[in-house]
T-cell receptor
Framework: DAGVIQSPRHEVTEMGQEVTLRCKPISGHDYLFWYRQTMMRGLELLIYFNNNVPIDDSGMPEDRFSAKMPNASFSTLKIQPSEPRDSAVYFC??????????FGQGTRLTVV | DQQVKQNSPSLSVQEGRISILNCDYTNSMFDYFLWYKKYPAEGPTFLISISSIKDKNEDGRFTVFLNKSAKHLSLHIVPSQPGDSAVYFCAFSSGNTGKLIFGQGTTLQVKP
């Protein structure tokens, strides 16, 4: 397996635009996590899914953020409208049951 | 509400010596404990883990210690090598929820 695959690796967008981040988890994993890393808050859990169902979205900062997992091999994190303070590195991770999670390489988002 | 604290933001150690990274937690429901290493521009990678039924787990140069009564987790690296220079995150999970929570990270620098 190629590991967790995230796209794009880098995204630069203007304030107010919609941004969609994509993630393909490792095949067979039943948990999927979205994290955001910033200097101020470190690695912050935004939302996680179990068997494609959102379990806890309490980390999602605002209604501008939404995440979906339409099937076991794909998830999206959408920000609409984007703001400069959303600039961060966004990581997707997957795991099998409650074991170590494997991370993608991240998407560096810059909102100007 | 910070459930996990890594109180040392940085640590500098001489090559060949022992590196000790520490983490404190407050949530007694955590039952699976992990350490991750992160290099710049990469996603975190799993290093070592321990379940709540153990107090020590060793893997080569890396040993994780768990003190449940003190709610304290530590990682020992011996001997330290320059390639160990990275940001180290402790992470915690509860079997009931599957939620994986990270500490703020400690930057380790191993000097040649």
């Amino acid at each position: 397996d190629a590991g967790v695959i995230q796209s794009p690796r880098h995204e630069v967008t203007e304030m107010g635009q919609e941004v969609t981040l994509r993630c393909k988890p490792i095949s067979g994993h039943d948990y999927l996590f979205w994290y955001r890393q910033t200097m101020m808050r470190g690695l912050e859990l935004l939302i996680y899914f179990n068997n494609n169902v959102p379990i806890d979205d309490s980390g999602m900062p605002e209604d501008r953020f939404s995440a979906k997992m339409p099937n076991a091999s794909f998830s999206t994190l959408k920000i609409q409208p984007s703001e400069p303070r959303d600039s961060a590195v966004y990581f997707c991770a997957s795991s099998f049951r409650v074991t170590e999670a494997f991370f993608g390489q991240g998407t560096r988002l810059t909102v100007v | 509400d910070q459930q996990v604290k890594q109180n040392s933001p940085s640590l500098s150690v001489q090559e060949g010596r022992i590196s000790i990274l520490n983490c404190d937690y407050t949530n007694s429901m955590f039952d699976y404990f992990l350490w991750y290493k992160k290099y710049p521009a990469e996603g975190p990678t799993f290093l070592i883990s321990i379940s709540s039924i153990k107090d020590k787990n060793e893997d080569g140069r890396f040993t994780v210690f768990l003190n449940k009564s003190a709610k304290h987790l530590s990682l020992h690296i011996v001997p330290s090598q320059p390639g160990d220079s990275a940001v180290y995150f402790c992470a915690f999970s509860s079997g009931n929820t599957g939620k994986l929570i990270f500490g703020q990270g400690t930057t380790l620098q191993v000097k040649p």
